[in-house]
């Protein structure tokens, strides 16, 4: 891991060249040199000491082919998904076979999400190149058009592919590391992964959002559900649709662990944007919404992690076009501790209201009837003490937070491994178990 500059944590780098040799039997064998064969040794062991108890959780993949013209064209669209009226969106998710996490009749959500089952077996048929019906051809020549989403389920599963590809590669290299080849037949076991395109709405977005509920009549009723009712009124629902709902810290998602093996994921992109409203606009339901893309404000991608290891919070910075990898509970649990989940969350820049976050996630996990098995797993990591959140923030704006206030809401929120997994527990039923104490219910996660 890279030096910490403040409280920002600089991501270890691992060039796409490189991760494809230490994953190639052939490419090991045949290296020309002893000095090439220790270099390679190296990064291993950098590896493992970066997804590894001592490190932060995750890395930067960097000089992938296309990720970054994939990462340019999907993104954008996130936005525009989640910025229009429920029937065309509904429409274009069916025409793409998409589904949706989040409640979009909602209007007081702060996060849009858009998600899709990927198959290993199409990934490598596509890594064979026998795949041709991505028709994702000249797509750098290609202007946006009134059909700007022609290509949305072809370029989602282009990126999630390759990204399905890295996650592969890294538990081969994680299990040479570790012993064995429990990662990766792990993953080969599951079949599939779930990729979801994410918008993180800006105070602009929930106003347009807003603003369009009212005018077509979408009010909570009494079961929870966002339903159509020209009639009712919203305080006669209990719902006031002009109070802004985002939560009093800061924060686009609040701290969680993923559950799965590896979370692979695009660095974010932000976008600026501006609302104009127009009679058309009026009569459509969809506001007209301009953006363009804008700079980190800070620099980092503001994802937040927690370091147990120096009790403090640290900014993730990593390079522009990098795909980020980070380690989830079940890798934590397969194993035995040898690799270390990532504690984290994604906070709001500060006094930027017009700017908006979007990325691109594949949640690699294994199959649902996997067991886990906590034989030699370290008993401290299942039970994790409330004593040890001494979190401290260097430089990190919080006004409206103490540090002791964030650890109390993050003790609050994250319930321990301990209460969540048991002995001989299938990842069907950690997963359930986890998804239940994080939000209640039943545990169930929705079809998509």
Known sequence: MKEMEGEVVELYELHYSDLKKLSSEIALSAAESCEEIQRLESITTSVMENLG??????????GVPEASNLRRTLLPLARKLSLLNNEDRRRLLKEHSLGSDVSLKNPNRNVSSFSMQLKYEQCFEISDGRVDDLDV???????VNQDEFKKLGCTFKELGYCMMDLGLRLAQICDKGIGGQELQQSLLESGTAKGRVIHYHSAVDNDIIREAAKRNGYVKSRNGKFNKNEQASTKQQGTDLSKDQSNDYGLWQQWHYDYGIFTLLTVPMFLLSSHQETPAAVNTGSPVSSEHEFPSPCGHTYLQIFDPKKNQVFMVKAPLESLILQVGEAADILSKGKLRATLHCVCRPPKIEKLSRETFVVFLQPAWSKQF????????????????WGIRIEGIEQPRQAPEEISHEIQKIVPPLLSRLKDGMTFAE?????TKQYYGGKGLQPNR
Request: net charge negative.
């Open 137 to 143: 051809e000249n797509r750098d020549d290609e202007v």
């Open 53 to 62: 108890p001592e490190g932060p959780g995750l890395l930067a993949i960097t």
């Open 430 to 434: 950690f997963s359930r178990e986890t």
């Open 373 to 388: 098995s906590l034989l030699d797993y370290p008993l401290e990591n299942l039970n994790f003490n409330s004593q040890q």
